[in-house]
């Protein structure tokens, strides 16, 4: 039941993440937008409930067999693969080191300019972070309400 | 008789759901155990290995993928609900993500226009079509999320998945030795790097290396997927409105 009761909660995101793309016509996928809104709601809950903890480790545990069917799908492109196969294979390749390298520099450079070596005191940031979430929160609803 | 019974359980067979979710299912669990006994071989990843089986399964019986997905399509729907799951590990960074959230973010935002530029700029200078050029685009996202966008943006989903898988793959694979020759010591950093390009084949190759630059790839991994969502149709129309 456990189970269940996560997946309900997962499902009603996505439910949610859907009519709200929809509705506002925005260009992020449905579920994206439904994983922002559950991030939200958990930083403003402040902890996991245990039935969706239950159903993300049990569905994010073979999160690879999900992408399975869709591999798959590459056979309906063998044609465009070989045609196009040494574009692929070479953006591929050098897009993957581009981005290596560009994001560790960019990390490297910005922890020197800042100098951040993780010591910065955690407890109070944490207050405020979630206090202005709440805040955030708050106004959101009394827009809302404003609206409706 | 037994033969125009045979024929018409493989008429049966071939059009019924059952069938492309059994093998979907029997060809994971083989790869996965392959998988494991080569201590987690990026060239062996288990969606390499069973969409091999399964093509090979496909062309060998004449088997168009419509009817494969027929079936399979119930273990493609839960990539939905997946994603939205995303969101707890991401939460249980959180403690990290305040911690560097600067650099985390100029790093993310850069990195993440980076990975579409290059693929986009590099496969339109080698000649390749419009669709196979938005279809590279979100390769460097976990793949429920990269096929979504890949959508979104005129790619084709499917050929999407694959570019991520063998992204990931690659990643794994050349990450750590580039990393290495870069001489990089700190471990967020490097798991950082290897999360955004290599999303979760990458940060299953970091946590075999330190479980400190496994969590800093999951979390970059994480941040990156919603980073990626949210910039990449914005910076394709502002791309295609060069063209």
Same mark, same amino acid.
């Given at each position: ?12 995101? /996505? ?66 693969? /070989? ?66 | ?33 392959? !998988? ?28 168009? !993928? ?24 991401? !939460? ?5 993500? @305040? @911690? ?51 959508? @979104? ?36 950093? @490097? ?53």
């Amino acid at each position: 039941m456990i189970f269940i009761n996560g997946l309900t909660i997962l499902l009603l995101y /996505q439910l949610m993440g859907e009519v709200t793309v929809r509705w506002l016509d925005l260009p992020v996928p449905g579920p994206v937008l439904a994983m922002i809104m559950l991030f939200i709601s958990l930083v403003v809950k402040g902890s996991t409930p245990s039935s969706l903890q239950s159903s993300a480790n049990t569905i994010l545990s073979h999160l690879s067999l999900l992408f399975i069917p869709a591999g798959v799908g590459i056979m309906v492109h063998f044609e465009r693969l /070989q045609n196009e196969w040494l574009p692929i294979t070479i953006a591929v390749i050098l897009s993957t080191v581009i981005t290596l390298i560009f994001s560790a520099a960019v990390m490297l450079t910005m922890n020197k300019l800042f100098n951040f070596s993780g010591d910065s005191p955690e407890k109070p940031e944490e207050c405020s972070a979630v206090k202005s979430l709440e805040q955030l929160q708050k106004e959101l609803i009394e827009n809302e309400s404003d609206h409706g | 008789m037994a033969k125009e019974n045979l024929t018409e359980i493989w008429v049966y067979l071939s059009a019924s759901p059952l069938t492309g979710l059994t093998i979907t299912l029997m060809a994971y669990s083989f790869a996965h155990r392959i !998988y494991q006994a080569s201590n987690s071989n990026p060239l062996l990843h288990p969606v390499l290995v069973s969409a091999t089986l399964l093509i090979s399964f496909l062309l060998l019986t004449n088997t168009s !993928y419509e009817d494969y997905f027929t079936g399979s399509q119930y273990i493609h729907f839960i990539l939905g609900p997946a994603t939205v799951a995303l969101a707890i590990p991401m !939460y249980q960074q959180m403690s990290k993500i @305040k @911690k560097l959230w600067l650099p985390i973010m100029v790093t993310m935002i850069s990195g993440v226009c980076v990975a579409a530029i290059s693929s986009i700029f590099i496969s339109r200078f080698l000649g390749a079509s419009l669709e196979t050029q938005m279809s590279l685009a979100p390769k460097s996202v976990t793949a429920p999320v990269a096929m979504g966008i890949s959508e @979104k943006i005129g790619g084709l989903p499917s050929l999407t998945a694959a570019l991520v898988v063998i992204t990931g793959i690659l990643g794994a694979i050349m990450g750590t030795k580039i990393l290495h020759l870069l001489k990089l010591k700190d471990h967020s950093i @490097k798991g950082i790097a290897m999360g955004i390009t290599a999303h979760g084949i990458g940060t299953a190759r970091a946590f075999q290396v330190s479980s400190e630059m496994g969590a800093f790839s999951g979390l970059a991994m994480a941040l990156a997927t919603f980073t990626t969502a949210f910039i990449l149709p914005y910076l394709v129309k502002w791309i295609g409105s060069y063209y």
